[in-house]
């Protein structure tokens, strides 16, 4: 199993995080590791087979201290409570303040986001593709955080589809523009659309730094990780690259 352990500064001793890659599970076809080995797929929902997700799932089981809670993410920006909800709930992030309960998200291309907070004493992840991170996503699990005892709040960003690769219309851009404040953080969030050369309406989103505006708007100021582009780099499962794909895990608990 290919695994990336967060670099992230500061996180409390009492946090386990990481993040899976492509390779390394028992998943053939589209979902295998883009050499021909086996593939690290989790999504039971991409046309996989079954016993080859159950596998995966269990392969990881055996580096956790419990299951995760698998969500059915909506692209939305509702949140969870990770230790008082069963799997298969409608959301796109869970928060966690009790040892052993493990938090999960699945991406291929859209971003996947760790939270903590100073005191080790709850935790988070988000998935945010364009249309939850403009409904505020991000924002939510910080408030859902404080609100179950956080301090300040670090986070860490995951790999996601690269600013030179994540081409949008001008509606996102709208969307966003349209959801910041007026003034500089306006201009801050359309700065993050570069128009595309010779073709008017087409832009690229760097996604995170989107998620960095969005975050600082919470007052969450520590933020490490970031720059994986999911797109260029095969090592990764990539929905915008492969269409027929599966999907990686981001997962964070309490010990």
Not at 52 to 75: F, K, M
Not at 131 to 146: C, D, E, I, P, S
Not at 244 to 250: E, F, L, W
Request: aromatic letters at 6%.
């Amino acid at each position: 199993m290919q695994l990336i352990i967060p670099d992230w500064p500061g996180l409390p001793p009492n946090v386990g995080a990481c993040a899976t890659l492509r390779g390394g599970g028992a998943s053939q076809g589209p979902y295998d590791d883009g050499n021909g080995g086996g593939g690290l797929n989790f999504g039971s929902h991409v046309g996989d087979q079954l016993a080859a997700v159950e596998s995966n799932r269990a392969q990881l089981d055996i580096l956790l201290p419990a299951s995760p809670l698998w969500l059915t993410q909506v692209h939305g920006h509702h949140v969870v409570d990770a230790g008082a909800t069963a799997g298969g709930v409608e959301a796109d992030a869970a928060i966690a303040a009790r040892p052993g309960v493990v938090c999960a998200i699945q991406t291929a291309d859209c971003l996947p986001v760790l939270f903590a907070d100073v005191n080790g004493a709850v935790v988070g992840a988000a998935h945010a593709g364009w249309r939850g991170l403009q409904g505020g996503v991000l924002q939510n699990t910080v408030a859902r955080m404080r609100a179950a005892g956080a301090g300040a709040i670090s986070a860490w960003l995951g790999a996601a589809i690269g600013p030179e690769r994540f081409e949008v219309g001008a509606d996102v851009l709208a969307a966003f523009a349209e959801a910041a404040e007026a003034g500089r953080a306006r201009l801050e969030t359309e700065a993050c659309f570069k128009p595309i050369a010779q073709r008017p309406g087409k832009y690229l989103a760097d996604i995170y730094q989107l998620a960095r505006l969005a975050l600082r708007q919470a007052d969450v100021q520590n933020i490490h990780g970031g720059g994986l582009c999911t797109v260029s780099d095969r090592n990764f499962y990539s929905y915008r690259r492969d269409h027929v794909t599966g999907r990686m895990a981001s997962l964070i608990w309490l010990k």
